[in-house]
T-cell receptor, first 107, second 120 residues
């Protein structure tokens, strides 16, 4: 199966600053990945699909990039509501697999 | 507005059975693949199973294959997950999700999930 590895495990950033989260696939997944945001006690929320397409209603400060095995989720100017756990997921091959998550915390 | 409401969770004994239900609304249910994913306490997300309406194809994670069955009733806009012979490691919050357009495997989770505890 394709292993998705996220880094760092925890990222501390101040509100208003930029956050850059990374995801690496164990083999090429082209651009067939999604990103999700999950806040404590809530369901995961789809942010990005196709590596760079924002889902409906997702603010423009969220952007995704990358292809092949290296991917990045960038949050351009962190708002208080953005502090959460973020997961990447590939869906090019079965089984669909998630990364272990990056916790974005307030610095 | 897309709505997905999971139900059916609870306490189940190892080796027992439980059926989870997901009631869908706000979209044409029969046009979309539907999935279950789960999250064990304090852990990350895990995809469990997917069913496609058009082809009837179903897919399962190795961890549940042969024990869980996903199926759907398009006339009722409802997705199910039959959990047979559950194990302690199946304890998790289970979410249903609407797959992406054209069968793409990104998952739109809209419900609050339903909690399953497997314990004697």
């Amino acid at each position: 199966e394709i292993v998705m590895t996220q880094s760092p495990a925890t990222l501390s950033v101040s509100p208003g600053e930029r956050a850059t989260l990374s995801c690496r696939a164990s083999q090429s997944v082209s651009t067939i990945i999604a990103w999700y945001q999950q806040k404590p006690g809530q369901a995961p929320r789809l942010l990005i699909y196709g590596a760079s397409t924002r889902a409906t209603g997702i603010p423009a400060r969220f952007s995704g990039s990358g292809s092949g095995t290296e991917f990045t989720l960038t949050i351009s100017s962190l708002q208080s509501e953005d502090f959460a756990v973020y997961y990447c997921q590939q869906y090019i091959k079965w089984p669909r697999t998630f990364g272990q998550g990056t916790k974005l915390e307030i610095k | 507005e897309v709505q997905l409401v999971e139900s059916g969770g609870g306490l189940v004994q190892p080796g027992g059975s439980l059926r989870l239900t997901c009631a869908a609304s706000g979209f044409t249910f029969s046009d979309y693949g539907m999935s279950w994913l789960r999250q064990a306490p304090g852990k990350g997300l895990e995809w469990v199973s997917t069913t496609f309406a058009s082809s009837g194809d179903t897919y399962y994670a190795d961890s549940v294959k042969g024990r869980f069955t996903i199926y759907r009733d398009n006339s009722k806009n409802t997705l199910y997950l039959q959990m047979n012979s559950p194990r302690a490691e199946d304890t998790a919050v289970y979410y249903c999700a609407k797959d992406g357009v054209g069968g793409a495997g990104y998952m739109d989770v809209r419900g609050k999930g339903t909690s399953v505890t497997v314990s004697s």
